[in-house]
């Protein structure tokens, strides 16, 4: 089931214009609505990836949900003059649909991160949600996807967070999807960590004043490489702007 409102239109990446809490809602009524769907939360690098890898835009675009996280697709939106209502960050959303999803009594799968932390996240998920059921859980370090479509599958999971980094976590939901038999699958890139705690979210200040990406950077030094995909994003939309 995709969105029923239009898409706004980043660079060749459909974003539905939702807030937080719509987003949340929305998630709830994807597990509600029979099926199997993925939820997806582009940042501005998996825009640009999606840009050079028809593939991976192809999964993306192809979500039943596309959720603008990071202040960058908010500001490329803006630029375009098709502005979005406001940031979604993969991990809040989480937080917002795992509050729903306790107090309905549903389940989740955790899958990603290295060995011994989604473990973690789960012990820590089930102390803040109580009534939320933890169906299983497996690291992101597999080689054959096959015995963990199986485990999920038997897990009877109402939700799997898949948080194998972008594109990967992208395409494998988009491939293995339906073959889990969850109802919703969600694309998270480090929240497992950020659940596990083993890696800290920004301060607040950060994140009210669009500075996540600088905290992140300052902590951890060895992501300027993908960080630098930040400016070349905005020369292309400042392009795509000009061209409209
Ligand atoms: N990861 C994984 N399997 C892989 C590659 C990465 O489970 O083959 C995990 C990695 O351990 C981390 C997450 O994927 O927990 C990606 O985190 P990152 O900070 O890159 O994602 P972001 O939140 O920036 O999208």
């Not at 973690?120 to 299983?136: K, Q, V």
């Not at 497996?138 to 799997?160: C, K, L, M, W």
């Not at 073959?179 to 890696?199: E, K, M, N, P």
């Amino acid at each position: 089931m995709r969105g029923d409102t239009v898409r706004v239109d980043v660079l060749g990446v459909g974003f539905d214009n939702l807030t937080l809490s719509e987003a949340a809602e929305r998630g709830m009524e994807l597990l509600h609505a029979g099926g199997t769907h993925y939820v997806v939360t582009p940042n501005p690098e998996i825009v640009e990836v999606c840009r050079e890898n028809p593939a991976a835009r192809a999964a993306v675009n192809g979500a039943a949900l596309v959720l603008p996280d990071g202040i960058g697709v908010i500001k490329g939106a803006a630029m375009l003059g098709t502005p979005l209502k406001e940031r979604v960050p993969g991990v809040e959303f989480a937080a917002g649909l795992l509050e729903k999803m306790a107090g309905e009594g549903m389940s989740l799968y955790l899958l990603g991160a290295k060995p011994g932390v989604a473990e973690t996240a789960a012990e820590r998920l089930r102390e803040r949600y109580p009534g939320l059921r933890i169906a299983g859980f497996h690291d992101g370090y597999f080689q054959e996807d096959g015995p963990i479509v199986e485990n999920i599958r038997q897990s009877g999971a109402d939700t799997v967070f898949v948080c194998l980094g972008a594109p990967k976590q992208e395409l494998w939901m988009a491939k293995n999807g339906l073959a889990t038999g969850a109802r919703l699958l969600c694309g998270l890139g480090g929240s497992i960590d950020v659940f596990a705690g083993t890696v800290k979210r920004a301060p607040k200040f950060w994140c009210d004043h669009g500075l996540e990406w600088f905290y992140r950077l300052c902590s951890n030094p060895r992501r300027l490489g993908r960080m630098m995909k930040l400016p070349v994003f905005l020369v292309h939309v400042r392009r795509a702007g000009r061209r409209k």
